[in-house]
């Protein structure tokens, strides 16, 4: 039985974030080629590992720390993930009205609900602009907890303040690594 549904921000409780990403980097005339060599690559590897974008993701670096980390040339990781550009991209991001009115069904229904995000601190303000906070029982962001998924302590941190075992609990993300993750760790 499910006792508690576990949800990812950007992607998920807002609409797809790959329009955003497209949209912001056309509108600063930036190479979307070389955006996805570049920031996008850094985000999205494999595993929870040193790399300075999952460190960055951890909280144990900062904005500043994570651009002066990336290649002096790399235009995209300025523009597009600093909060005082115009064409930062969690700014475009647009809340989901159905997965929002998903968690209120959710949370009549007497279930636990829970936010499990990759998140920067920096971010945090346009993450919580986007989702009910007020619908979820916790909520988890690795540059909070210095975990990030898909390490599976990240899982277990906000199942046990949940109080519910991994096959009790649904996640629900937008990439397939961090729904892999869950998975291993037996959410479904």
Not at 32 to 51: C, H, K
């Amino acid at each position: 039985m499910i006792r508690a549904v576990c949800f990812d921000v950007a992607g998920v409780l807002t609409a797809p974030i790959g329009p955003a990403f497209v949209g912001q980097a056309q509108k600063a005339g930036l190479d979307l080629l070389e955006l996805q060599r570049s920031a996008l690559n850094a985000f999205s590897a494999p595993g929870d590992t040193d790399l300075p974008a999952h460190r960055f993701e951890r909280g144990e670096i900062s904005l500043a720390e994570f651009v002066a980390s990336s290649d002096p040339d790399d235009r995209a990781t300025r523009i597009l993930m600093d909060p005082a550009s115009k064409y930062f991209v969690p700014a475009a991001f647009e809340p989901s009205a159905a997965m929002h009115s998903f968690v209120a069904e959710v949370r009549a229904s007497g279930r636990a609900t829970a936010v499990i995000s990759n998140v920067v601190h920096e971010w945090v303000p346009w993450w919580e602009s986007s989702i009910p906070l007020h619908l979820f029982d916790e909520v988890v962001y690795s540059c909070s907890v210095g975990l990030r998924k898909p390490n599976a302590a990240i899982y277990y941190y906000a199942l046990t303040r949940l109080g519910v075992e991994p096959h009790e609990a649904l996640f629900l993300d937008d990439f397939e690594a961090m729904v892999v993750g869950a998975r291993e760790i037996g959410m479904q």
